[in-house]
């Protein structure tokens, strides 16, 4: 064994002691702010759907025509591009095939708790956003440890954690498999071809990467929901092809979830730890990143879009994960509990079978599509804590550059090491991103209190910072922002 190797073997050891004890804190703090918020995830809804629509050119807010900023749709395809990609679909698969398929009803209830804690997390972000000079807004954990909890370090090694893994690490990753994914559609393979792939990604990524948020929103806007509208209706062909056998799967699922249905090879415990692990890293409630996109967006009230964020929750997980779960289940019969089985090939050999051989290449498709929103994604929240550390445009463009790198090392070979410091730094985001929320929670209870006072009296929630006197640090909410202004209508009740 080599020097590397011994590393590797170091991290991993260290690594899965400590994944044993983050699912439980990350199930433990959804439930208590599930209980705190008095299930604002599940009674919220409605009020997820309409604020989806805030932003700079919100119904009714007679807007400066010449300011900027990011909607809250916007915000919400940035933090779905990080979320979903190639894992909603070989990650799925996985945990299906070796947890059988009462993991996918475990994905769903983590789906639920998670909820509430990205509801807490979005909620902070944007009331300790900061305005850049152009007019848009950034923010995050960093900067509600910073301003809400007092504690720089703390901020500063969540950023380094978050910068490296998700610009450079998780993006090798997602170069990794459209480089598979295409080589299984295309019949070609070898060095030379990845290459090829890797950087004509990376080409096309700097367009977008170095055009800035608003050229990623703009972008992202567009190729999420299409890839999720591609994706719901594949699946609805699916579900439509196989009508009756639905209540089976339905019932399947339940009942091995509580063992009441028997599966070969997939115990119910097998079930509930995948299913719960999957969960929990599909939709990232709790480990401090969709905050990041969350708080680009420019909102009435810091409310509004914690509640679009645990919308993003149920998109990533009760939509695009439960669609792959209905194609692998729905395709034809599989042995389960198997530790050995290609994520991304159970999926495209699932749809082959229901649809024929052009299966494989959509599924090829849709995974070119997660992957790369997720490249773009990934990076914007790097780049969001990067510039926490450091203002300087030749440390951002190099950081750039480095992402574009790490884009093409992905699609030509994979480094053992920097991937298990990826798992490493993640639980890192996940302890001091609970450590910050959990006290600043109360401060969300505020809020949501403020939000709901407001909603009772008819009026469309706007949030002024003097409202809450007792808030330090607060540098936006001072009335100044064009969508932060109330109607004639709702000033006058």
């Not at 070796?98 to 998670?114: D, E, H, Q, R, S």
């Not at 979005?122 to 807004?137: I, P, R």
Request: hydrophobic share 50%; aromatic share 10%.
């Amino acid at each position: 064994m080599n020097f590397l190797e011994s590393v590797e073997a170091v991290i991993v050891k260290f690594n899965d002691g400590i994944w044993a004890i983050i699912p439980w804190l990350l199930i433990a703090s959804g439930v208590y702010f599930a209980v705190r918020t008095s299930g604002v995830q599940v009674t919220k809804l409605g009020d997820m759907f309409r604020s989806l629509g805030e932003g700079p050119k919100g119904k009714g807010k007679n807007l400066d025509p010449e300011y900027g900023g990011i909607s809250a749709f916007k915000a919400f395809t940035i933090s779905a591009a990080s979320r979903v990609g190639t894992g909603n679909i070989a990650g799925v698969a996985v945990a299906i095939t070796i947890g059988g398929p009462g993991a996918v009803f475990w994905m769903w209830i983590i789906a639920l708790v998670g909820g509430a804690t990205a509801f807490i997390e979005a909620t902070l972000a944007q009331l300790w956003k900061t305005k850049e000079a152009s007019g848009n807004y950034r923010g995050g954990p960093a900067y509600y440890m910073t301003r809400g909890l007092g504690f720089k370090p703390l901020a500063a090694v969540f950023s380094v954690a978050l910068a490296f893994t998700f610009g450079f690490v998780y993006n090798a990753f997602q170069s990794n498999a459209i480089v598979d994914t295409m080589s299984t559609s295309l019949g070609l393979e070898g060095w030379v071809f990845n290459l090829i792939i890797g950087i004509a990604l990376a080409a096309i990524s700097s367009v977008v990467i170095f055009g800035g948020v608003q050229r990623i929103a703009n972008f992202t806007q567009v190729i999420v929901p299409f890839m999720a509208g591609l994706y719901v209706i594949i699946g609805l062909v699916v579900i439509i092809i196989n009508i009756n056998e639905v209540p089976g799967m339905i019932g399947h699922i339940i009942g091995h979830a509580f063992g009441v249905t028997e599966v070969v090879g997939a115990t119910v415990g097998a079930a509930f730890s995948h299913g719960m692990r999957r969960g929990l890293f599909s939709n990232e409630a709790g480990q401090g990143s969709a905050p990041n996109a969350a708080a680009t967006a420019t909102v009435s009230h810091p409310v509004k879009q914690g509640l679009v964020q645990t919308l993003g929750v149920y998109f990533d997980t009760l939509l695009v994960c439960s669609i792959t779960a209905f194609i692998i289940l729905l395709g034809g019969d599989h042995k389960y509990g198997l530790d050995n089985i290609e994520g991304a090939a159970l999926t495209q050999t699932a749809l082959a079978n229901e649809v024929g051989n052009w299966g494989i290449h959509i599924v090829t498709f849709i995974i070119f599509c997660l992957a790369f929103s997720s490249v773009l994604g990934n990076y914007y929240l790097a780049q969001t804590n990067l510039q926490y550390l450091t203002e300087s445009p030749k440390v951002l463009n190099g950081f750039r550059v480095g992402v574009l790198a790490f884009i093409v090392i992905g699609s030509v070979t994979s480094i053992p090491v920097v991937f298990a410091l990826a798992d490493t730094f993640a639980a890192t985001m996940v302890v001091l991103n609970l450590i910050a929320i959990v006290p600043l929670g109360g401060v969300a209870l505020k809020l949501l209190k403020n939000y709901n006072q407001q909603k009772r009296r008819g009026q469309d929630p706007v949030f002024h910072r003097d409202m809450l006197p007792g808030l330090k640090n607060v540098e936006a909410w001072d009335g100044s922002d064009p969508v932060t202004r109330r109607s004639e209508e709702d000033a006058l009740k």
